[in-house]
């Protein structure tokens, strides 16, 4: 573990996740220890079906826990309810997906609002602060476009830009550039390297692509759902 | 108030542009529940309009009476208004004549004619004279005081463009006279029943156009205030035996018991293109909630609570209703104006006159088809709506699409089906209100849900099996056809069902309505026998109240080769049941004729019958007081009381009602009344042209008994064709909703197969890839049809069998008091079957266009 279990923004003891199959169980994720404090920018590397995925549900409220405990910004995730889960999934962190998950019957700055307006925010404050958030990734001219109209690095910048709108902790993102070329995919991650610096949002980022490496404060290695190697980079 | 704006926001984006973005696939479902709505609101609309226009014109005419005098089967005498007027308890007493007479060399419908006595009815009942017609006061006085004058109403002056002063001819079986208009009467009060169709003259001219000088039908009473119980029972003792005093509510609700009965199972009827309506929206919903299934997931990703999402698919279903009620205005309008005149034409002919010349829009009638119709679309959507609650957000980092697992295996839905099949008939005997056969209706709903859930079982049982026979037959798409049809699950199954109840009440019907009309068809031919009837005219308007003239009678009897079959006909009460009391002569009915028996053996009550020592009661009459062979019948007649035996129950499908026959000789006997309400002729010679015989025979008593008393004369034929055309008008309308329920379901099997091809688009874009010829793709959606189809239209023919054994024998007979021979006309049935199945295969046609329609290179990119 990196930081110390006092001052770490995730907690992670005995994590396991098991998926039922027939009359056995399926490994996604088995006796994590996991210690990231704030500001981090967390690469998890490992093949197809390491578990860095299943990871990222469970730091992402997306998924519960078969056992173990998961504590992320003072929130014991395993015991948390629904209702508790939907907060923390709108306030705490903000997810980036490989294929952009955006809404196709919404426009770019729809998609950007909607974590806010879900969070009950006031739809002008909202709207203000996406049009602000968009500027800055120069999406400005792509305001009404459906994301259809979009190329894919247009498409990822949108995601971030929704992942960012409630100003989350921690930010997560599964396989970011995978659906990317190369180009657009190394904007991505220093985008999401400056995110983390200028903001110092805790970044945690799934691939098994080198893209992100030199960028990571810290590299966890996963191979069938366990940790293998952890290591502390100097950035 | 933020919450609700978000909604309604998020709404707009997530799901009206989805709707925009698909609109055939929203146009067919909301045009599906907008047929159904439309039918089931102007259906209402025009029961209610018939219903409101009887409880009018029973409202107006009985006025501000609070009581009336009558006799059942007869006349009241005139001279017990005096004696009623001097009890001290009664205010006013006013005597009433009603009949309907039609103008003569005037190819109209009949219109009421009231006799009343201005003076005494003024304090009960309003008319007013129309100030164009002259001074009023002087046309008040006129018309007591000048005979064969009357007053008419405004659009019955105009339809014969008749104007004050003119001068007419009315007709009556009594006698043709001439009568001068004296004026017009304005649009209020008596002048506005039977739809404004209606004519005032004094009584005394009334009596004497009627022959019934000394009589009135009724004497309507109106008390004082202080008046009681006990003074009701005073004026009852005062009444000579026979002559009632009852509310001047009865007949009116009575009447109104008989049409709300067959709103109701008209109203279930046409609900039945809503029910199959409410598959489409859910086939429709359910489908979008699985096509969208990712971006639900990515909503839950985002911080969207399953509450919202529930919210978001069950707000799809109410604005699939909404739209569609909305649409069923326009189309509703069209309808109801077709539909109203074979409505009221139906409850006249089966129930009460009414006569409805304008449709008014009830608002509660529109509200229930408002609500009626978004509690169908909720319903529909719901349980899309809960299953959308159980989405997982992790689902929102899959890759591909998992698909919804099937939350009830087949075997649970084989045994959900059969338990409530078997449950259908039980729930169908259980007792029910006189008339009202909601149990039945409830059995029906039981085996329509009971059926439709076996279509997935069905569809897997098939998908499995039948895929390596299908190969042998037409070739590798058969078989793709049917392991898609094995696994695709509820999202064929449900269009599947939909199609399984239009079947099963397609088929319900064609063989009710069949079984139906053979059975009428055989009793019109063997009870209703007879070469030529006469009665009065306008007899049955007018409920048989006025007999042959004896100058009539004694001319019939004159006329030679014929057999008369005379008979007695009065309209009668058991107790608080309207029945018709026929007094006949059984001898030349019963070698002419025959009667359906239910109970009793002809061969041994005959002589019973002839002899006059027992009666023949109908089956409704039976079913309708509980009286059945073996016990006694009894009916007051004035001061006599006829007492016999029940010998025998018999079919009979005459409207209005239940029947007693007893022999006329033995009625004249006991009762002294000699008169006859009508004939019916049997020439002797049997050999001879018939319908020249039955020309020649009008003819003669047109010369002997025609001229001065208008007549109602018709050849058997004549007659038994006109009833069997009635009877098929009454059955048009149902035809009409069944086979609109039969399109909405079309529409579901076309939304069904659209939406299955998109979701598959690129499954089958790889088939292209790998080889697959576009006739190929073509033939295995035709195929998906196919089977779809086959299941539908199997499942919903054994259905349809079952629903025809309860319409027959429990709706009908709680309805209507009969039962009737089953009997399937295959011819009818097979016939449809290919029509159905042709009609769905043309429901695939867009389906299959719309894979023909991208490159396949280009969906394929995208994978």
């Known amino acids: 573990m990196n930081a110390s279990s006092d001052h770490a923004l995730i907690l992670a003891q005995g994590l396991t996740r098991l998926y039922p199959l027939g009359s056995t169980a399926v490994v996604g994720v088995e006796d994590i220890d996991l210690a990231i404090s704030h500001g981090e920018m967390v690469v998890l590397k490992g093949n197809s079906g390491s578990g860095k995925s299943t990871l990222l549900a469970l730091l992402g409220g997306l998924d519960l826990p078969t056992r173990g405990r998961l504590m992320v910004a003072g929130q014991n995730l395993q015991k948390a309810t629904p209702k508790e889960l939907n907060a923390y999934r709108r306030k705490v962190v903000g997810m980036i997906f490989q294929s952009f998950n955006l809404l196709p019957t919404l426009t770019v700055v729809e998609n950007v609002c909607l974590p806010a307006l879900l969070a009950g925010r006031p739809h002008q404050e909202v709207t203000n602060r996406a049009l602000e958030w968009l500027d800055w990734l120069h999406l400005s001219s792509r305001l009404n476009h459906y994301p259809r109209q979009l190329s894919g690095g247009e498409m990822q910048r949108t995601a971030i830009v929704r992942a960012l709108i409630n100003e989350p902790s921690i930010i997560l993102a599964d396989e970011p550039t995978g659906n990317l070329d190369s180009k657009n995919g190394q904007a991505v991650i220093e985008l999401l390297s400056e995110l983390n610096h200028k903001f110092n949002t805790t970044v945690i980022i799934a691939t098994h692509s080198a893209l992100a490496d030199p960028y990571a404060t810290l590299q966890i290695y996963l191979k069938d759902g366990r940790i293998t190697e952890t290591g502390a980079c100097d950035v | ?863």
């Open chain 2, 1 to 863: 108030m933020r919450r609700v704006v978000f909604f309604l926001r998020f709404l707009k984006w997530f799901t009206a542009r989805q709707m925009r973005m698909h609109p055939w696939r929203v146009l067919a479902v909301v045009l599906g529940i907008a047929l159904g709505a439309a039918v089931f609101t102007s259906v209402r609309l025009a029961v209610y309009a018939s219903l409101d226009s009887f409880t009018r014109t029973m409202d107006l005419l009985s006025g501000k009476a609070d009581w009336t005098v009558m006799r059942p089967e007869g006349r009241v005498p005139e001279d017990l208004v005096a004696r009623l007027r001097s009890h001290p308890a009664v205010e006013t007493a006013s005597p009433l004549i009603s009949s309907y007479v039609s103008i003569s060399e005037k190819d109209t419908q009949p219109f009421l004619l009231i006799g009343l006595d201005p003076v005494l009815d003024y304090p009960l009942r309003e008319w007013q004279i129309d100030s164009a017609s002259g001074d009023a006061a002087q046309i008040w006085l006129d018309l007591l005081r000048l005979p064969h004058t009357i007053l008419m109403s405004r659009p019955l002056a105009q339809q014969h463009a008749i104007a004050a002063g003119d001068v007419i001819s009315l007709e009556h079986v009594h006698q043709i006279a001439r009568f001068r208009v004296l004026g017009v009467l304005e649009p209020e009060g008596l002048s506005l029943i039977e739809g404004g169709y209606v004519a005032l003259a004094d009584i005394a001219t009334m009596q004497e156009f009627t022959g019934l000088q000394g009589w009135v039908d009724r004497i309507d009473l109106r008390l004082k205030p202080d008046a009681t119980e006990q003074t009701v029972a005073e004026l009852k003792d005062l009444l000579p035996r026979g002559i009632d005093l009852e509310a001047p509510t009865e007949t009116k609700e009575s009447g109104r018991t008989m049409i709300h009965a067959y709103q109701l199972n008209l109203s279930m009827l046409s609900f039945v293109s809503l029910f199959v309506g409410m598959f489409l929206v859910y086939s429709l919903v359910s489908l979008n909630a699985a096509s969208r299934r990712r971006e639900l997931a990515i909503l839950r990703s985002l911080g969207a609570s399953s509450e919202l999402l529930f919210a978001t698919v069950l707000s799809e279903g109410l604005m699939l209703g909404l739209l569609g009620w909305l649409l069923a205005i326009p189309i509703g309008s069209f309808l109801v104006k077709y539909l109203l005149e074979g409505v009221s034409s139906t409850i006249t002919n089966l129930f009460v006159r009414v006569r409805v010349e304008k449709l008014h829009l009830d608002f509660w009638e529109i509200l229930l088809s408002f609500g009626v119709t978004l509690l169908v679309s909720l319903v529909a959507a719901y349980r899309p709506a809960h299953e959308a609650t159980h989405i997982a957000p992790r689902e929102a980092m899959m890759m591909h699409e998992s698909p919804a697992r099937e939350k009830h295996p087949s075997r649970y839905l084989v045994f959900f089906g059969m338990a409530l099949i078997f449950l259908a008939w039980p729930v169908a005997k259980l007792p029910s209100l006189p008339r009202f056969p909601l149990n039945g209706y409830f059995a029906v709903l039981i085996l329509v849900v009971g059926f439709s859930s076996l279509s997935l079982p069905l569809l897997q049982w098939m998908g499995s099996r039948l895929p390596p026979l299908l190969r042998r037959i037409a070739g590798e798409p058969a078989f793709l056809a049917g392991r898609y049809v094995r696994d695709a699950g509820n999202r064929t199954a449900i269009s599947v069902g939909a199609l399984v109840t239009a079947m099963a009440l397609f088929v319900a019907l064609v063989i009710m309505v069949h079984s139906f009309r053979d059975t009428v068809s055989l009793w019109v031919n063997q009870t209703l026998a007879g070469d030529f009837f006469l009665r009065p005219k306008m007899a049955g308007l007018n409920q048989y109240h006025d007999p042959l003239p004896q100058k009539v009678i004694d001319g019939l009897k004159k006329i030679e080769g014929v057999d008369l079959m005379a008979y007695r006909h009065l309209e009668l009460r058991y107790g608080k049941i309207p029945y018709q009391f026929e007094a006949v002569s059984f001898e030349p009915l019963l070698r002419y004729g025959k009667f359906l028996l239910l109970q009793g053996d002809m061969a041994k009550i005959k002589g019973s019958l002839i002899a006059g020592e027992g009666v023949l009661v109908s089956e409704v009459f039976a079913n309708q007081t509980g009286l059945s062979a073996g016990e006694r019948y009894r009916v007051r007649l004035g001061n006599v009381l006829l007492g016999m035996p029940v010998l025998g129950v018999f079919r009979d499908y005459r409207t209005r009602g239940g029947v007693v026959y007893v022999d006329l000789g033995a009625y004249q006997k006991g009762t002294g009344d000699q008169r006859w309400s009508g004939v019916r002729f049997f020439f002797k010679n049997r050999n001879q042209n018939l319908e020249s015989a039955t020309g020649r025979l009008r003819s003669e008593v047109l010369r002997c008994c025609g001229k001065d008393h208008p007549l109602e004369m018709a050849s058997g034929l004549e007659l038994r064709r006109e009833i069997l055309k009635i009877f098929d008008e009454t059955f048009a309308v149902t035809t009409v909703l069944l086979l609109i329920a039969l399109l909405v379901s079309g529409l579901g099997i076309t939304t069904t197969l659209t939406v299955l091809v998109l979701e598959r688009i690129q499954q089958l874009n790889t088939l292209f890839a790998v080889g697959a010829g576009s006739g190929q793709i073509r033939a295995m959606i035709f195929w998906e049809a196919v089977l779809m189809v086959i299941t539908g239209e199997g499942i919903g023919l054994i259905c349809g069998f079952l629903i025809s054994h309860l319409l027959i024998y429990v709706i009908n007979l709680q309805s209507f008091g009969w039962t009737f021979l089953y009997h399937v006309n295959w011819n009818a049935l097979v016939m449809s079957l290919p029509l159905i199945l042709a009609t769905a295969l043309l429901a695939a046609l867009p389906a299959v266009r719309l894979v023909l329609h991208s490159s396949p290179a280009l969906v394929l990119k995208e994978l």
